[in-house]
């Protein structure tokens, strides 16, 4: 099933688009598999995901660990560290 | 009553709090946080996650009038693009004695901070950057855990 992915401020700058919807090999077991993944896409991708401390993730909305296991969602977003309020 | 609001439009400080007076209970407290005046911004541009940003923050506010047991409670945040005084949130609680409406409104604003995803981006001229995470967010968030 396909999943949407979701990126924001500086990550949806680097890739160059708010998201992509994609068909995601059967493989992959953590939010951190899937970042591996993505980051062969392309070179904005590679740039988006190189340093890892600085990503934050949510799964079908809910905010988790890059080494929460990635289940089967609907929905992956992948931002930096938030800095609302 | 439980308002979560993610809007463009300017915050009403005073319809928000009217609503939370509306509850009836004797103590309200609230947080305003303003777009800072003091340090060179010329505007500050929030993006936020449509649909992931309101589920947190009614995650948030949830908890809140679980632990609180607050009759009211209210965060309504300002997306988009904004200028030096503007409001970018407004945060009440309110409960029947003053304790619970305190402690609940830092603890929203606190969570909401760590939690919630909204992104700043400031301009300064012709200089635009994305506001870093601070240490001190995460602190303030994190105490709330423990007590």
Redesign the interface.
Known sequence: MPVDLLYFSWVREAIGMGGETLELPGDLVTVSDLIDWLAMRSEGHARAFAERARLRAAVDQVFVGLDAPLGRPHEVAIFPPVTGG | MIRVLVRHEPIDPAAEFAALQASGVGGIATFL?VVRADDGVTTLE????P??TE??LRRLVGEAVARWGLAAAAIV?RVGLMGPGDL??FVGTAAAHRAAALESCAYL?DR??????????ETRGAEAR????RETDSTAAARWQDS
Do not use: M, N, Q, S
């Open positions: 946080g929030l993006e936020h996650y649909g992931g589920a947190a945040h970018v949130v604003i909401l901070k760590t939690d919630a995803p909204f992104w700043k981006r994305w506001v870093e995470a």
